[in-house]
Nanobody, 124 residues
């Protein structure tokens, strides 16, 4: 079993930056690909970014490419999502996930564990 706990969400203005963290515990987390997903009110949960277990391969949704960066520190069992140039349409609950491969997670597949989510609100 893997437990994922997100932190770092909050209320910011458009153009600001935020860094989300996902602390993992339990089984050997470094062997899992990790990802971030988000769900806006009244919408489905969407893929945002994913990273391979080694950190060498990353995938991003088109809507966040060039603005968001996913990274991981396996020694700390933590995954990060650096979000720059935030827009009101980035407002959502952001969820951390652990899965089989980053490629699979980018296709919303192979997801094994979810965190409880952290709210990000971007005002205009």
């Amino acid at each position: 079993q893997v437990r994922l706990v997100e932190s770092g969400g909050g209320l910011v203005q458009a153009g600001d930056s935020l860094r989300l963290s996902c602390a993992a515990s339990g089984r050997t987390v470094s062997s899992y690909a990790m990802g971030w997903f988000r769900q806006a009110p009244g919408k489905e949960r969407d893929f945002v970014a994913a990273i391979s277990w080694s950190g060498s391969i990353t995938y991003y949704a088109d809507s966040v490419k060039g603005r968001f960066t996913i990274s991981r520190d396996n020694a700390k069992n933590t995954v990060y999502l650096q979000m720059n140039s935030l827009k009101p349409e980035d407002t959502a609950v952001y969820y951390c996930a652990a899965g089989s491969t980053a490629q699979a997670m980018s296709a919303y597949a192979g997801i094994k564990y979810w965190g409880q989510g952290t709210q990000v609100t971007v005002s205009s």
